[in-house]
């Protein structure tokens, strides 16, 4: 790139019998512009310890804790894809609709958190398996049942401008005994979903909480059932 200044030197001298005319002058600047590249090749961190639980309001705070799930903070679960928590959950009998006895969770912060810190992109599958409901007098077992999560969803761990979220694929009427695909993040060439720390809320609204459906001929005595809910996370989606 090449330009010209014109630069326009005007002298006057005053003095007795002397007057010199205004003389124009040249001058020329030279300038060049050129580009370089600067190179780097990055690879994710490995960090593999345990990933505290966070609030489930969306704020990215410390977790407050569950007053009707005291004393759990979190599986301590290690790796680069891990369970960091899971709510136990309390219900609570409403109803009889029909030959099943309806009850809803009444846990206010009831979430499961999942970390994808592998640095792939290459996606994973949350799985939910309800174990059978055991009377804690007489042991009887109960497995005419299902499991709705109801209304839920994923939230970031914070507000960090996340897009590619993993998605909810079934919340409703999970069978006792086997497992069920509940949520699943995609491999997607470019946008990658589900990578970093991810809560998917549970018992979110009244008018479809997580709830528990039981053959109401089933339960034959007033007692405190309880059962396992095995969560399962693997490395594919399905």
Known sequence: MKGSL??????LVLGVGSFLTPTLAAAESTTSMQKSTGQVTLKPGSPTGPVAPVNPDGSGNPFPGDPLDPGNEGTGSQGQLTLDYVSNLKFKQ????????????TNPRA?????????????WSLLLKPEPLVGQQDATKLTQATLSLGTSYFLPSENSGQVNYPSV????????GSYSLVAQAQDVPAQPQGVGTWLLRLNTQSAAPTSLNVLASAVTRQQTYQGTLSWLLTDTPQ
């Open 94 to 105: 409403q109803q009889v609709t029909g030959a099943f006895i309806q009850a809803t969770a």
């Open 169 to 176: 694929v079934a919340a409703n009427a999970l069978p006792i």
């Open 6 to 11: 014109l630069l326009i030197v005007a002298s």
């Open 111 to 123: 979430f499961v958190q999942v970390s994808d810190r592998r640095g792939t992109g290459t996606g």
